[in-house]
């Protein structure tokens, strides 16, 4: 926030004040610090996309800062994709990769460097670091990320002048870089569906660091469980900030934004507003995860009777929605379709609302002509990682339509919503939401879940919940 408003205070710099402000500051540099543990990883990533790119520049910028109003901005989030190449979190700063004559690449980044106090742009300037806090150095950056680090000041010029090799940059991140490299659009898209692709087997320093997220969430959700009945007398923002303030504490932020959705909110998929009545008799749909400091996140909901026990009614869609997870859990493991679990858990479904009367049976037409949709709304499940749907660009043939292996990570969330309008269902079940999602790692001979550490069966609930009451 130092882009200096319009309407300050003070419109002049006396050359005294200017001279005072240069003067009187310490040595800060960092001579202690080490590479990140993230760099081999991160490094061996990097591997990868070059192989895949032989004889092209490649561009991957982190991102900017995007004003939420006039000298006020979002938080900042650096693009997935350079986070994963780089270990990085650095905003205005991007990854090169140019290409050596061996067909190989030489990594540098280029990065926002520390202000020089022999000037005013340090208090003065639109990124001061009096203002916005001290960034690293270049030679700092340069032993953290264990790679060259250039002023990104000079990037535009860098980058015109050019190797001359054909180039790519991820679009929508860094407008300035993109202004100034010829590029082709649909040569660029596949440079981000190779970034998506690269994510989709998780190595060992992510697969822990999704740990982290998701015991973090589990702790989220038990902080809201002891504090439901405070929710009660307030609303759902109380169920929000309890999660929030777990997210706030022991990482970055939530991954993506919470869903607190009681009563009939529960139906609606993306319910964010969260700030209808918590009430004893309802359900509570909550869906929330833990994004680390390193920008993984859990992607994890439990659906909770808010009075601390089902209804009959409420029990037998919970338990129709729990069969459906297990269904799909079982169908995660090596080699399985990745469509596998998603069919199973919808085909699951499919078979329950038949038996309900709710669509035309038998199961497997009403599957093959998915007929279940209008009360499952959403797939099964999807990749989870540094983006709550992680490899969003990756081709089908990789993803959807590809097959299972180990260190893949994905949701097994099956839901059934009957929306408070829906004249197909009694009106007992209308304004009933039910989703359970966990977090899933593909092993060697299976799968493992990460979140299981959450109760997940409807007498589980309820005996976890019947700890915080009274
Ligand atoms: N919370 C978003 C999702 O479950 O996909
Ligand atoms: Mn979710
Ligand atoms: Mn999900």
Redesign the pocket.
């Known amino acids: 926030m130092a882009k200096r408003r319009k309407n300050g205070l003070y419109r002049g710099i006396s050359a005294e004040l200017s001279t005072l402000m240069r003067t009187g500051w310490a040595d800060t540099e960092r001579r202690d610090l080490v590479l990140g543990e993230q760099a081999p990883y991160a490094a061996r990533r990097r591997a990868e996309l070059s192989a895949r790119f032989p004889g092209e520049r490649l561009v991957i910028p982190s991102g900017n800062l995007k004003v939420r109003s006039n000298d006020d901005s979002y938080p900042f989030r650096p693009y997935s994709g350079y986070v994963h190449m780089t270990g990085d979190q650095a905003r205005d700063g991007a990854l090169v990769l140019e290409p050596r004559a061996d067909g190989g690449h030489d990594a540098f980044c280029f990065q926002l460097p520390r202000d020089s106090r022999d000037n005013d742009e340090f208090w003065t300037g639109p990124t001061a670091e009096l203002w916005m806090g001290r960034r690293r150095s270049l030679a700092e950056a340069e032993r953290v990320l264990g790679l060259p680090c250039r002023d990104v000041r000079t990037a535009t010029d860098d980058l015109a002048a050019g190797s001359g090799a054909p180039t790519r940059i991820v679009r929508g991140h860094d407008a300035a870089l993109e202004a100034v490299l010829v590029t082709d659009a649909e040569r660029d898209a596949e440079l981000e569906e190779a970034l998506s692709e690269l994510r989709l087997v998780k190595d060992a320093w992510e697969l822990a660091e999704m740990r982290k997220a998701v015991d973090s969430t589990v702790r989220g959700f038990t902080d809201v469980v002891g504090e439901l009945s405070r929710a009660v007398a307030s609303s759902e923002r109380w169920i929000e900030g309890t999660f929030f303030r777990r997210a706030r504490l022991e990482g970055n932020a939530v991954g993506?934004g919470t869903?607190c959705a009681a009563g009939e909110h529960a139906t609606i998929m993306h319910w964010t507003d969260n700030d209808g009545p918590v009430r004893p008799g309802d359900l509570l749909l909550l869906?929330a995860g833990v994004e680390t400091h390193t920008l993984y996140t859990a992607?994890v909901?439990r659906t909770l009777p808010i009075s601390g026990t089902f209804t009959p009614l409420q029990r037998q869609i919970y338990d129709a929605v729990y069969e459906a997870q297990e269904a799909g859990m079982a169908a995660v493991k090596p080699g399985a379709a990745y469509r596998d679990f998603h069919e199973a858990s919808q085909r699951s479904l499919a078979g329950r609302l038949v038996e309900w009367g709710f669509i035309d049976g038998p199961a497997d037409r009403a599957y093959e002509l998915g007929l279940q949709r209008r009360f499952t709304m959403a797939g099964t499940g999807?990749m989870l990682g540094l983006d709550?749907?992680d490899c969003a660009q990756a081709r089908n043939g990789e993803y959807v339509d590809g097959v299972l292996e180990p260190g893949m990570l994905l949701?097994v969330?099956p839901g059934l919503y009957f929306q408070p309008d829906d004249l197909t269902v009694p009106e007992d079940w209308r304004g009933i939401g039910v989703r359970i999602?966990d977090d899933l790692v593909v092993t060697e001979d299976g799968h493992e879940n990460l979140s299981a550490g959450l109760p997940r069966s409807a007498d589980e609930v309820e005996a976890w919940m019947a700890e915080f009451a009274g």
């Open positions: 993506y869903i869906d992607d909901t999807h709550v749907h949701t969330e999602e």
